[in-house]
Each structure stands twice: as structure tokens, then as C-alpha cells.
């Protein structure tokens, strides 16, 4: 049945005082509906924009470490292999050679994975005379720490008080002071800058981001050599020097990998604030019990993330991760 809008005494249309209430309802119901979805949307976009917001530093971080990464050098160079014959050294073989060091792995330093390496940084302790050479090798690391920022306060903040915090902290010893491999210098060079308590620590880490809980790196094949070869020898675990004097020598010997897979995961700064309050100086035990067991075998990797990653969540802590492969521009890959 179609309503007609009445007609009043003097014969013009109006509508009954049941319609203008009925067309109110509709109107306030669907301006309620309309208000509801703008708040939904407003508050989806402030969070948006906060999480963003949140990791932005942690993004930028990420972005410095991987580009650095890929600068990686070895300046690998073929020598001979001798063999005595008759009294005299004679070669016999070929075998790579280099001065320099590409070291990755669970457990190298800090708290988590930690990668070691040369890099034309260019970063000299004589400015006024070396500045201008750009290109001075340098020896460069990635590692987690975690602890207070003392030893990098400025001294107007001295008396604030301390900050403690998982930090990625970016190792960067002047051309001076880094050198080529050799053995007296042996492979564990970095073991004493990356120490907290050791000189000249302040000067040659520093951290580049917070909250950044761990790190990881797998070396890799070039995906066409990996769906033939399968993946590098050791997995997480990659030292250009392990087995260099062998004979045969091993496929990672004094060379890059073609490519590194790298894994970083961050924390939001309010879970970091509240952890902190409870840890201490002391790492936070819901921290620790996510990462207890993961990331050491690269076939768990994708579990080890979900599982880390419902660790957290049941932690009420909250987090993002980070994933690049990035290619080794100074890689000159040879399986012989």
C-alpha cells in the first residue's frame, strides 16, 4: 500500500507526524552507522600511522645495515699451492688467497646473529690527512647488544638516568687501526673492539637503531646455483677463512657469497619501556624465552618466526620483522 501525505484544510500537502518521525529514525540510524565507520576508519589510520611511525627508525636502520652489507669486499686473488720435490718448493696447484674476512653466525658477539667484514667505509681517526680517501678499508660488523646507553651519552646528559635497551650496534674500526688478515692477527679480530668494557668502545660502536631484538644472516647461492647445488655449507654459520689452507679447499674459501638473506626483528618502544622496567640491566626474560632455540638452524627459519612471533604476541609485546636478500656487489662467485 503507497501512504499519500495528508492533505490539511487549506488543500495544500503535508506530511502525518508518524512519517517525520519515522524519516527521523531512518536519518539518526543511519548517521549513527555513518559515525561509527568514520571512527573505525579514523582509528585503523591512527594506528596505521603510529606503527609506522613506530618502526620508521628501525626501517632506517635496517636499510644502513643492508646497504653496508652489500659493500662488502674480500679482493680475492689466486696464488700457488707448493709442493717439495728433490729439496725445492715447486707449485702445483692453484688456490684462493685473501687478506680480508667475511664472518657471519649465531653467537659471534652481543645476543644474537652477528656479521664481520671489510667495507671501503672510508672512515679514518686523521681526518685532516686521510679525509679525502674515501675508499680506506675498514674493518665493519653488525651485532645486537643490550644494555644501558652510558658509554654514549654526551656529558651534558650524564645524569640522566640510564636507558636500557636492545640496540643494533654497527662496528666501524678507523683505516688505521683495522688491518689485513694475518695470522698473528687471527680470525677472531673483532672479539676485542665489540667488547663493552674495552678501549676506544665508545668511539668505534655505535648504535644505530633500538628495540631491535635480533638479527640474522644466511649466505646464499644464486637461486639458479642453489636449486642445483642446495644451500652453502653451514648454514647460518659462514667464515671465508675456515678451511682457506686445505687442500682441496672448501666452495666459501676467501670468497663472498653471492647473496645474504638478512632477518631483523623489532619491538615496539612502549613493550621495550615496560620490559625495561621490570629487566633492569638484565635481559627480559619474555625476550629471551622467544628467542630460546630459533634462529640457529636455517631449514626452522619461517617457523622459528611464527613461533617467535606467538611468543611475543602471548608476551603482549609488540613487534614487526624485517626481511631483504641483498646481493654482495664485490662477489665473484666460483664453485671450482
Not at 632477518?263 to 625476550?287: C, F, H, K, W, Y
Amino acid at each position: 500500500m503507497r501512504m499519500v501525505p495528508a492533505v490539511n484544510g487549506k488543500g495544500r500537502l503535508a506530511f502525518t507526524l508518524i512519517e517525520l518521525l519515522t524519516a527521523t529514525v531512518v536519518f539518526s540510524l543511519l548517521l549513527s552507522f555513518l559515525l561509527v565507520a568514520l571512527n573505525q576508519t579514523t582509528r585503523v589510520w591512527r594506528q596505521s600511522t603510529a606503527t609506522l611511525e613506530a618502526y620508521k627508525s628501525s626501517r632506517e636502520a635496517f636499510n644502513f645495515m643492508t646497504q653496508r652489507l652489500s659493500e662488502a669486499t674480500l679482493n680475492t686473488y689466486w696464488a700457488y699451492q707448493f709442493q717439495t720435490i728433490n729439496g725445492q718448493q715447486v707449485p702445483k696447484s692453484y688456490r684462493r688467497e685473501s687478506d680480508l674476512q667475511f664472518y657471519t653466525g649465531p653467537g659471534l658477539s652481543g645476543t644474537s646473529h652477528a656479521v664481520f667484514f671489510q667495507a671501503p667505509g672510508g672512515f679514518t681517526a686523521t681526518s685532516g690527512a686521510l679525509g679525502g680517501m674515501n675508499k680506506l678499508l675498514n674493518d665493519c660488523g653488525f651485532y645486537v647488544l643490550y644494555g644501558t646507553d652510558d658509554v654514549w651519552r654526551p656529558p651534558p646528559a650524564s645524569n640522566l638516568s640510564p636507558t636500557s635497551r636492545y640496540r643494533l650496534v654497527q662496528l666501524t674500526v678507523p683505516s688505521e687501526a683495522s688491518g689485513p688478515f694475518s695470522s698473528s692477527r687471527g680470525t677472531t679480530w673483532h672479539q676485542s673492539k665489540v667488547q663493552p668494557g674495552a678501549s676506544g668502545f665508545g668511539n668505534m660502536n655505535t648504535p644505530i637503531g633500538e628495540n631491535i631484538i635480533a638479527i640474522a644472516f644466511l649466505p646464499k647461492r644464486t637461486s639458479l646455483d642453489e636449486a642445483v647445488r642446495g644451500p652453502l655449507p653451514g648454514g647460518f654459520t659462514y667464515d671465508s677463512k675456515a678451511g682457506a689452507s686445505s687442500n682441496p679447499q672448501p666452495v666459501t674459501a676467501n670468497q663472498l657469497p653471492p647473496l645474504v638473506a638478512v632477518v631483523m626483528i623489532v619491538i615496539d618502544e612502549s613493550s621495550a619501556v615496560r620490559l625495561a622496567q621490570t629487566s633492569g640491566n638484565e635481559q627480559p626474560a619474555e625476550i629471551r624465552n622467544a628467542l630460546s632455540g630459533r634462529l640457529v638452524n636455517p631449514d626452522n627459519l619461517e617457523d622459528d618466526l611464527v613461533q617467535i612471533g606467538k611468543a611475543l604476541d602471548a608476551a603482549n609485546i609488540g613487534h614487526k620483522v624485517f626481511r631483504a636478500t641483498i646481493p654482495i656487489h664485490s662477489s665473484k662467485w666460483s664453485e671450482s
